[in-house]
């Protein structure tokens, strides 16, 4: 077989950079355009890379992720026009979507590691007023003490205050930046205490009791909803079992149900019922303290 007077396998290598720079003009063409939605949508992503590393402290160019994960995508499409790579579609699929939820686990860690360090925060907190009158003094004075990562938002919070911000403003920056409800809890009760007056270390000391005693909680219902949990998860992976193995014993037992019309809407209704199931089970141990 000939394809414009060439053999079939000579046609595929001098089509494939012809291929390879009509994509490349395309892209060019697509992104040139500064107010086009490509670049739009680069700039909106590369926003959301940086935002999530300054969360966790990490002072490194958003366009490195960036760049390597188009990099990756590009490669594994080439290496799918190149050769057979079976499901290159779900590789591209990973790469694009992998480094953002990567950075958004890391950042779920370090707040549950924050969480589990505010109580003892707010006790050198309380600490430390009753040596110094200051609430600002009282914050610097526990840098040393209170470990990573608390002790590195504690930082960040003195050296903005050097900066020109007030006291309530770097705790305010330091709770969206953190994003945690516990320690939102915590800075509000340093900063209602410090605007009413009263005994702020003794209030402090009963913030810090309370938040402790809403950690224990958490952990009841967590250990009380973990079987639960564990019954969504067979939920919702049991059907793709179960085709999986029907299919495996006899071949073409569901193919009723892709011949027809009635059995693609048998297959609606059961997805249905199957995705509100999963919803109402999500919502039932979605328990709120």
């Known amino acids: 077989m000939k394809v414009l007077g060439l053999d079939l396998a000579t046609a595929k290598w001098v089509g494939l950079p012809l291929f ?16 086009g939605l490509p670049r739009r949508y680069w700039a909106r992503y590369l ?8 969360r966790l402290f990490i002072f490194k160019p958003p366009t490195l992720i960036a760049y390597a994960q188009l990099a990756a995508i590009l490669g594994v499409i080439g290496a799918a026009l190149l050769v057979e790579l079976p499901f290159w579609w779900a590789f591209t699929f990973l790469c694009g979507v992998f480094p953002a939820w990567y950075l958004e686990r890391l950042r779920l860690k370090r707040v549950e590691q924050i969480e589990d360090q505010i109580d003892g925060f707010v006790l050198a907190l309380a600490n430390a007023l009753k040596a110094t009158p200051s609430l600002g003094d009282g914050f610097r004075s526990i840098q040393t003490i209170v470990p990573n990562p608390m002790r590195e938002e504690v930082e960040l919070a003195v050296k903005e205050m050097r900066v020109g911000s007030t006291l309530d403003q770097a705790m305010l920056m330091m709770a969206n930046r953190v994003g945690s409800r516990q320690l939102d809890t915590a800075l509000s009760a340093v900063l209602v205490g410090r605007q009413v007056g009263g005994n702020l ?9 309370s938040l402790r005693e809403m950690k224990r909680l958490e952990g009841v219902v967590r250990t009380k909803t973990a079987e639960g949990k564990m019954q969504l998860w067979v939920l919702a992976c049991f059907p793709f079992f179960l085709i999986f193995a029907i299919s495996a014993v006899s071949p073409g037992y569901f193919n009723p149900l892709t011949e027809s019309f009635v059995g693609y809407v048998l297959v609606f209704i059961a997805s249905l019922f199957w995705i509100a199931s999963l919803v109402v089970a999500r919502k039932i141990l979605a328990v709120d303290i």
């Open 20 to 35: 390879a720079l009509g994509l490349g003009l395309m892209t060019y063409v697509a992104i040139a355009n500064p107010a």
């Open 47 to 54: 926003a959301y890379i940086a935002r999530q590393q300054r």
């Open 201 to 209: 270390p003794k209030i402090l000391e009963s913030t810090a009791q």
